[in-house]
């Protein structure tokens, strides 16, 4: 296989490595790339040979209809090496699933299952030296699909590039996560496009997002569009609450992201014999549970997120605050994916996915 990956795909390497400029201790989320990306043009009604180039900056039409109408989509993934240097994906079937899901919504083509996996693995091999050994330290992987054709009438474009670029990355937040309960933005509808993870879906909350933050927030939990009384997801993460010893989470529907990390919760969680209600979760049950004292987590799961806690939230302009429990439902979660992630326990789910060393 490896050797068909190689005259497959063909590699164009950097002259001159970016690492040593990078200071590995004091990562921001998201802004340092590694050496190299995965680049495949559709055109013609077909995905073309795809390539590895080096990262860099590339030539696009001002009339691409990406910058117009939003035509993209994307994924969020991570690769983790373990003590003896082997590298892992988590999922990653699910995440090549999601991408094709968002793409159907969003009229883009669909890609193909190999591409995605041997592009993956070979930049991965590439650009191996990025991924650092550690529970912690992560490789951020963007898969990334958009529009690229260069006219401006509003339909859906005759050609596409698909790439994939790679962002060594530590923890997504730095510090406590309070959240804010949405009144009045929503972020998805009925019928619409939230479960998709469309580059639109996250532009759209940034407007709320902020204003959530100059009152001290770090994120909006969102609720249902039509009379704000469901709760739906975070702007990164899909949330969670324990309402005395029973886990609750929204499910899943055509306004709220599939999360992959949501569903390993979940999992997680009914095998360790915790009991799990997926089943709508209104605010004002959350509000009376925080009011008497049995609201006892709220935590946010995603990929970069990983599983965040929430240590408090505020909603029509009142303040809760949760308790700092000892033995925290969001801890032993995090400790049992992690150590999957990281190769430090075995895998009865088969979650792993070896990517080699
Ligand atoms: C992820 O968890 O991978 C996400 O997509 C969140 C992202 C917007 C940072």
Request: charged share 25%; proline share 5%.
């Amino acid at each position: 296989m490896k050797n068909r990956v190689s005259t497959l795909i063909p590699v164009k390497k950097v002259a001159n490595s970016r690492i040593d400029q990078v200071d590995f201790n004091n990562l921001t989320f998201g802004s340092e790339f590694t050496d190299h990306m995965f680049v495949c043009d559709h055109k013609d009604g077909q995905w073309q040979s795809p390539k590895i180039v080096p990262y860099g900056d590339m030539s696009i039409s001002p009339s691409a209809r990406v910058f117009h109408y939003g035509q993209a989509v994307f994924e969020g993934m991570k690769a983790y090496k373990d003590d003896e240097g082997s590298v892992w994906l988590f999922r990653p079937d699910e995440n090549f699933k999601r991408i094709n899901r968002s793409s159907v919504r969003m009229a883009i083509p669909e890609f193909p299952e190999e591409f995605f996996f041997e592009g993956m693995k070979t930049l991965l091999k590439l650009d191996n030296d990025w991924i650092k050994k550690g529970v912690g330290n992560t490789l951020y992987i963007r898969p990334v699909v958009f529009a690229t054709q260069a006219s401006v009438l509003a339909s859906p474009a005759n050609t596409y590039r698909f790439m994939i670029i790679c962002s060594p990355a530590q923890a997504y937040y730095g510090g406590e996560v309070r959240v804010k309960i949405a009144e009045h933005y929503s972020r998805s509808a009925s019928g619409g496009f939230g479960y998709a993870k469309a580059a639109g879906n996250y532009a759209g909350q940034f407007y709320p997002t902020e204003l959530a933050k100059q009152e001290g927030f770090n994120q909006v939990i969102w609720t249902d569009a039509k009379e704000h009384e469901y709760i739906e997801e975070a702007g990164t993460m899909n949330v969670f609450f324990r309402i005395g010893d029973t886990l609750i989470t929204a499910p899943t529907s055509d306004r709220i992201l599939d999360g992959v990390t949501r569903k390993s919760v979940i999992t997680v969680a009914e095998d360790m014999g915790i009991s799990v209600e997926v089943r709508p979760v209104t605010v004002s049950e959350i509000v009376e549970a925080a009011r008497e004292g049995s609201l006892l987590e709220i935590f946010g799961s995603g990929t970069a997120a990983v599983i965040n806690p929430i240590v408090g939230f505020g909603y029509k302009g009142e303040q809760f605050e949760l308790p700092k429990l000892a033995d925290s439902y969001a801890t032993m979660f995090k400790e049992k994916i992690v150590n999957i992630q990281y190769n430090l326990a075995d895998d009865p789910y088969g979650w792993r996915y070896p990517v080699g060393s």
